[in-house]
């Protein structure tokens, strides 16, 4: 399954709502889509996983939906700190798993 | 918490191998499959490579199957990560991932 995300880079200011789109090739079973974070110089870290369900930790204005081939991680309200590479990720069918290119975000 | 400790990686010359290690402590390590991913310097993130919570199923990215090979300790709670015939495009940060972290990983360079 190819993973292709848009945009690929996205310049906001503070306090305002990110879009980050997924789309996936074919359908992902079971919608087994995670979303990391990796801010620079930084390990990734993993957000969201089965599409829609927040890791531990992570702030609700983090939120994940989709199913299908089409998903989403929408931020609510971003912050300076939210400046990183975000990438999904699947792990629905059996391996390869594979990961999208991944969308810059610019605060 | 979980935690994911990456070593073993080094230098080394095209056509050599090495063996990189994932420690891993917090979590209930033999029930959870582990995965290894790569990062080349300035590039996206790579998947390579799966091992299932027994141990004895393992799969990979095309571009090192037949190459890389997968191993686990459950009595230790570590993977290994086998790398062969290794070639300048497989010098990356290698990051073991599991339970939902990552460790920091350990570099691979091949020159």
């Known amino acids: 399954i190819l993973l292709t995300q848009s945009p690929d880079t996205l310049s906001l200011s503070p306090g305002e709502r990110a879009t980050l789109s997924c789309r996936a090739s074919?359908?992902?079973?079971?919608?087994?889509v995670a979303w990391h974070q990796q801010r620079p110089g930084q390990p990734p870290r993993l957000l969201v996983a089965g599409a829609s369900r927040r890791a531990t930790g992570i702030p609700d204005r983090f939120r994940g939906s989709g199913s299908g081939t089409d998903f989403l991680l929408t931020i609510s309200g971003v912050e300076p700190e939210d400046s990183a590479v975000y990438y999904c990720f699947q792990y629905g069918s059996a391996p390869p798993h594979t990961f999208g290119p991944g969308t810059r975000l610019e605060i | 918490d979980v935690q994911l400790l990456e070593s073993g990686g080094l230098l080394v010359q095209p056509g050599g191998s090495l063996r990189l290690s994932c420690a891993a402590s917090g979590f209930m390590f033999t029930s959870y499959a582990i995965n290894w991913v790569r990062q080349a310097p300035g590039k996206g993130l790579e998947w390579i490579s799966l091992?299932?919570?027994?141990?004895?199923?393992?799969f990979y990215a095309d571009s090192v199957r037949g190459r890389f090979t997968m191993s686990r300790d459950n009595s230790l709670n570590t993977v290994h990560l086998h790398l062969n015939s290794l070639r300048a495009e497989d010098t990356a940060l290698y990051y073991c991932?599991?339970?939902?972290?990552w460790g920091r990983g350990t570099m691979v360079t091949v020159s």
């Open positions: 991932q599991t339970a939902g972290a």
């Open positions: 091992i299932n919570d027994k141990g004895d199923a393992s």
């Open positions: 074919q359908k992902v079973d079971n919608n087994f």
